[in-house]
């Protein structure tokens, strides 16, 4: 018996090397747990097309929405432990466990790190026929009728979700939220006139502020950004407001660490490419070059952070 156990490690500590060689053997799927088009789908578009392009096989963009972000992250939970099939997460991944009762997966305990991607700031944005030209007015015109404008949401505990209620809260105001299975239906909807107000990631939101289509009333980061140097901070009308979002890629626990591994290298090397481009830093502030973490802990997880503000900035 002692024999075989011997034979069995011993053949598996050889196919270690071998896994690290050759990997990726199929191609790699990142599951997006929103809509396509939002500023996650979008993230997510840019870092597969730089992965495609360095690795053997393709890296392929799955969208699986619904309830939050719960049905795609319990797609990953009970999938493939192959290295193959990867988790893009945001802040709703740690937030899933305070609003579902009895979550099927424990985003902690069944994840393992491989990458995070950058933590974005956020844009206050409002449909351009609302009467409104600032934050204090639109502050001013909510307090003005309690419970008779709407905003929405990337869903239930989702950033936008986090951020607009922080702003509600201190603000003191009395707005609906309607929550969507991404940030890209939320958006249509506030540019159709359907709900008053999105804070959407600077990702999507930036284009839509620059092209006329949605006016930016204020950004979510401490200090102005580059790329919309005329608007305003919320913290110059709610002083010690601030909040981001972030993505992560994650695998599910069990995962072969030689595949994270090389999955964290090739992402690392992607998002450097992708700065060089222009195409990251413009919005991503910053990216971070991290190590996988084969188990998620504090350290590699962003959390919300108690207090005044929210903020997904790695802790």
């Not at 939002?38 to 578009?45: I, L, N, S, W």
């Not at 991290?290 to 504090?298: E, Q």
Request: aromatic letters at 6%.
């Amino acid at each position: 018996m002692r024999r075989r156990t011997l034979l069995a490690a011993t053949s598996v500590l050889a196919a270690r090397p071998t896994l690290a060689q050759s990997w990726p053997t199929q191609p790699i799927r990142l599951v997006v747990p929103y809509a396509a088009g939002g500023p996650t789908d979008v993230a997510a578009r840019l870092l597969a097309e730089a992965l495609s392009a360095s690795l053997s096989h393709r890296v392929i963009v799955e969208n699986r929405t619904g309830a939050g972000t719960v049905v795609g992250t319990g797609a990953v939970a009970n999938g493939s432990r192959d290295g193959h099939t990867f988790l893009v997460a945001t802040v709703a991944h740690v937030v899933n466990p305070v609003l579902v009762a009895n979550l099927a997966f424990d985003p902690i305990a069944d994840f393992g790190g491989a990458a995070l991607m950058g933590t974005v700031p956020q844009v206050v944005l409002v449909n351009r026929d609302l009467p409104v030209r600032s934050l204090p007015e639109l502050l001013a015109l909510f307090r003005g009728r309690p419970g008779g404008f709407a905003y929405g949401s990337a869903g239930n505990g989702s950033a936008q979700h986090l951020a607009a209620e922080l702003l509600k809260r201190q603000a003191g105001l009395d707005v609906v939220h309607v929550p969507y299975r991404g940030a890209a239906p939320a958006v249509a909807d506030m540019l159709a006139g359907q709900v008053a107000m999105v804070i959407d990631s600077a990702a999507t939101a930036i284009p839509m502020a620059r092209s006329g289509q949605a006016r930016a009333l204020a950004v979510t980061a401490p200090a102005h950004l580059s790329q919309l140097p005329k608007v305003p901070s919320v913290a110059e009308t709610l002083p010690g407001y601030e909040a981001y979002t972030w993505n992560a890629l994650l695998a599910r626990a069990g995962t072969p660490p030689e595949a994270i591994a090389r999955m964290n290298g090739a992402v690392n090397n992607a998002l450097a490419k992708l700065e060089l481009r222009g195409g990251w830093r413009s919005w991503v502030s910053p990216w971070y070059q991290t190590a996988p973490h084969h188990r998620l802990t504090p350290s590699f997880v962003p959390r919300p952070t108690s207090g005044r503000g929210y903020c997904g900035r790695p802790g």
